[in-house]
């Protein structure tokens, strides 16, 4: 991963870890308190539930990690296979043009390459 995607990614996710992972643990905290159910009576079961709801938008959180990596690995296979594609195709024309010039004898005869080519053109 170059730099400048890296950097992408962190400022991404870093925004995402604080307004999802951590913006969902405190709504629920700030809800609870606001519609008067959490109290100091009620805090033992009220932080385990914003915790609860935090750890569940840090799993879904590294989920978005790991599909944005993956999206970014087929990426580069993608990149890597039109680069081959690119050269193959390269080479294979060459390769032809080089047969062509050199009057190449043909496996199954005397004649060249090229001979075998407009025979099969005017055929």
Same mark, same amino acid.
């Given at each position: 991963?170059? $730099? *400048? *995607?890296?950097? $992408?990614? =962190?400022?991404?996710?870093?925004?995402?870890?604080?307004?999802?992972?951590?913006?969902?643990? #405190? &709504?629920?905290? #700030?809800?609870?308190?606001?519609?008067?159910?959490?109290?100091?009576?009620?805090?033992?079961?009220?932080?385990?539930? !914003? =915790?609860?709801? !935090?750890? !569940?938008?840090?799993?879904?959180?590294?989920? $978005?990690?790991?599909?944005?990596? /993956? /999206?970014?690995?087929?990426?580069?296979?993608?990149?890597?296979? @039109? $680069?081959?594609?690119?050269? &193959?195709?390269?080479? &294979?024309?060459?390769?032809?043009?080089?047969?062509? *010039?050199?009057?190449?004898?043909?496996? #199954?005869?005397?004649?060249?390459? @090229?001979? @075998?080519? @407009?025979?099969? /053109?005017? !055929?």
């Amino acid at each position: 991963m170059n $730099q *400048r *995607r890296f950097l $992408q990614c =962190l400022h991404t996710f870093s925004a995402k870890l604080v307004l999802e992972v951590f913006g969902g643990g #405190g &709504a629920i905290w #700030g809800f609870s308190e606001v519609v008067g159910l959490r109290k100091d009576s009620t805090l033992w079961f009220w932080r385990p539930c !914003a =915790l609860c709801v !935090a750890m !569940a938008f840090f799993v879904r959180w590294i989920m $978005q990690i790991l599909d944005y990596l /993956e /999206e970014v690995r087929i990426e580069r296979i993608g990149e890597c296979d @039109e $680069q081959v594609s690119i050269a &193959a195709a390269t080479f &294979a024309s060459d390769s032809h043009e080089l047969a062509l *010039r050199s009057n190449i004898v043909s496996p #199954g005869g005397s004649l060249s390459l @090229e001979d @075998e080519i @407009e025979k099969l /053109e005017n !055929a």
